[in-house]
């Protein structure tokens, strides 16, 4: 059974930083893309930033280059997502996803708020 377990969200402010962990089980995950995928309060999914299997290729939406990383570690069946110069529009529940599944998990809240 696929298993993703999203931690490490909560309530920051305004420039401040956050890191989101994914725990996967149940696949072999060093076969697969990962993707950070987040869903703002009304909105519909919005892909954040993705990273290939052997971990040095990375992708990043426009609205998050330069303040969010991310990295995995295979070894460990873990991805990671470092959040920094955090923004009210961050404030989403964030999901990790390995590409080309439908697995998801129940995801993590960030809020940026002062």
């Known amino acids: 059974e696929v298993q993703l377990v999203d931690t490490g969200g909560g309530l920051v402010q305004p420039g401040g930083s956050l890191r989101l962990s994914c725990a996967a089980s149940?696949?072999?995950?060093?076969?697969?893309?990962m993707s950070w995928v987040r869903q703002a309060p009304g909105k519909g999914f919005e892909w954040v930033t993705a990273?290939?299997?052997?971990?040095?290729?990375?992708r990043y939406a426009d609205s998050v280059k330069g303040r969010f990383t991310i990295s995995r570690d295979n070894a460990k069946n873990t991805l990671t997502l470092q959040m920094g110069w955090l923004r009210p529009e961050d404030t989403a529940v964030y999901y990790c996803?390995?590409?080309?599944?439908?697995?998801w998990g129940r995801g993590t809240q960030v809020t940026v708020s002062s």
């Open positions: 149940g696949f072999t995950f060093s076969q697969y893309p």
């Open positions: 990273v290939s299997i052997n971990g040095v290729g990375t």
């Open positions: 996803h390995p590409s080309r599944t439908t697995a």
